[in-house]
């Protein structure tokens, strides 16, 4: 119970006092460590006789392009520099515990906000492709007796990719603390590889796989 509260690491004094969390605190520390990687891999790009840096950067950009294409399809392309920024914000999120921080997964607050901006994105996918008399009339499809179950989709989603990751992630944190509690030393190594860095990369492939899937129905 006492892993489910976040820590307040200071407070602004705007008004009684705005909390900031250990969740935003770390948050700003992926931000940060992202928009430094980006400064710092785009610099001296060229189009004729590129560098190992470049060829590594573009491979990757290629991998995650071309996966998130082959599930969003031609018209759901539009969404995949959101969709790489949110596997990269995550994956990195999970992995914060081995550098010592309290992944912001952990908190569901965080996890909401991610779902909630998803599933807009979702909605706003199937607005976009379909028009607005096209999206609401997608809620009676198949059949019309479908209707209050499309419609309780919208609530179900974002609550289905939110606990997913919450969930997940802080199962992970606990177990590593009681691993940590039991045997301080040499045990947690295993256990920090496979939760931190392999379940902390497969949570952030799933939630992306979910979100791609969904604007992928969406669209069609």
Not at 48 to 69: H, I, T, V
Not at 85 to 99: K, Q, R, S
Not at 154 to 166: A, D
Request: net charge neutral; with cysteine.
């Amino acid at each position: 119970m006492e892993e489910l509260n976040c820590k307040i690491m200071f407070t602004i004094p705007v008004g009684d006092g705005l909390p900031i969390y250990e969740s935003v605190v770390v948050t700003w520390i992926v931000m940060a460590v992202l928009v430094l990687l980006s400064i710092i891999l785009v610099r001296n790009l060229k189009v004729e006789n590129p560098g190992k840096k470049q060829l590594a950067l573009e491979a990757g950009y290629l991998f995650f392009r071309n996966f998130f294409y082959n599930l969003l399809g031609e018209h759901g392309a539009r969404y995949i520099p959101y969709m790489i920024t949110i596997v990269l914000y995550i994956g990195l999120a999970n992995i914060m515990g081995v550098f010592g921080f309290v992944p912001p997964t952990k908190d569901m607050g965080v996890t909401i906000a991610l779902a909630l901006m998803s599933i807009i994105l979702i909605e706003y996918s199937g607005i976009h492709q379909k028009g607005t008399k096209g999206w609401l009339k997608s809620f009676a499809e198949p059949i019309p007796i479908m209707l209050p179950i499309n419609i309780l989709e919208i609530g179900i989603r974002p609550l289905s990719l939110c606990m997913r990751l919450f969930g997940n992630v802080l199962g992970s944190y606990v177990v590593m603390k009681l691993v940590e509690i039991i045997c301080p030393i040499l045990l947690p190594v295993p256990f920090n590889l496979y939760f931190d860095f392999f379940d902390g990369f497969i949570q952030a492939y799933v939630f992306v796989f979910l979100t791609s899937l969904f604007i992928s129905e969406a669209v069609e």
